[in-house]
């Protein structure tokens, strides 16, 4: 094992704490190239499609990544900001935020944000973070619900990371916040805002990310955690159990995913005659193209077309000053 060289430091150097925000991903513009980069990297992860890399590799390269790049640029420019991919976006304000936040109150931390998969990279982060000082690093992974293949991953690459740093620091991690006060507060304060502006609808759906089936078999906490953010969400907003719906998105492949699916669910909600529907994503706490594309442009024409007469889609967390504070107390628990 070769060990990156290392300027030499004073062993009394004084402790420094760094914060990584981690997300999960985008590829650097709406084009097939940069898509297939992205994919490329992230359908690789083991963590993430869980078949013997003899028999996913022939199908990823031979297949996906010349067919699938092109399909997803044009969904990605259907969403794309002048100020870049919305998940890049958002994920770079909250470090923003969250840095002047726990500034305001005393707290002497560098904070910085990384992708797992794309840029900026976890690895050059962190090597930022240490040459910055940093001798205690928290990470801070920002899916609420944990999942090997999302919460796990970004463990993995940490790890990747220091077995090839000589001087680690001490490494610590928010592994879940799926129930934690201040997330659930600031979810269910997005909600009323948006009511208070459009109205209730007849039934407020709560949209999360899928993962096959087979994982929750193998162990994986992930649609109980997913369960429990909705409901004390539903609590937090006093929903009676027919006023809301739990279901599962963004399904891949022939697999069995966790179900009720979405998209299914939007269909079936408008041929029972629900008139209006809104649709929240607690599972995101940014907005990224399975939020803006596949619910708010995808979703909406499978819940009209199928009868539905009005559609909500209400905004990730983003930059809401109640999910900011939430974010800065989770951190400052373990600083």
């Known amino acids: 094992m070769l060990f990156k060289p290392e300027p030499a430091v004073s062993n009394a ?102 992708m797992r998969y794309g840029n900026p990279s976890m690895a050059s982060m962190l090597d930022e973070l240490k040459a910055e000082g940093c001798t205690r690093v928290l990470v801070v992974p920002l899916y609420p619900q944990y999942a090997g293949s999302t919460t796990g991953s970004v463990i993995d690459a940490v790890c990747s990371w220091s077995s090839r740093v000589r001087h680690v620091p001490e490494l610590h991690f928010i592994n879940r916040f799926h129930d934690d006060p201040g997330y659930i507060r600031a979810l269910a304060r997005q909600v009323s805002n948006h009511w208070m502006s459009h109205g209730r609808p007849n039934k407020l759906v709560m949209s999360f990310h899928g993962i096959p089936e087979r994982s929750i078999k193998l162990g994986d906490p992930y649609q109980a955690e997913c369960l429990e953010t909705a409901r004390l969400l539903a609590e937090r907003l006093a929903l009676k159990s027919d006023e809301f719906v739990v279901c599962f998105q963004s399904r891949f492949g022939k697999a069995k995913w966790l179900e009720p699916y979405t998209d299914k669910t939007l269909h079936r909600l408008a041929q029972e005659g629900v008139a209006r529907v809104d649709v929240v994503c607690p599972g995101f706490v940014s907005d990224c193209l399975e939020t803006l594309e596949e619910i708010a442009i995808e979703g909406k024409e499978t819940f009209l077309e199928a009868g539905g007469q009005e559609f909500h889609y209400i905004p990730c967390l983003n930059d809401n000053s109640a999910w900011i504070v939430a974010l800065a107390e989770l951190v400052q628990e373990k600083l």
């Not at 981690?22 to 940069?34: F, R, W, Y």
């Not at 992860?45 to 590799?57: F, Q």
């Open 13 to 114: 150097q004084a402790p420094h704490t760094g914060v990584l925000l981690c997300n999960l991903g985008t590829p650097d513009e709406p084009t097939s190239s940069a898509v297939r980069r992205y994919l490329a990297e992230f359908l690789s992860d083991p963590r993430v499609v869980e078949i013997p890399p003899l028999v996913w590799k022939p199908i990823l390269h031979g297949v996906i990544l010349r067919t699938r790049p092109s399909k997803s640029a044009e969904k990605y420019r259907k969403v794309w900001t002048p100020e870049g991919s919305p998940l890049a976006v958002w994920t770079a304000k909250q470090a923003v935020m969250l840095r002047g936040y726990l500034g305001e109150r005393g707290h002497r931390v560098t904070v910085r944000h990384a």
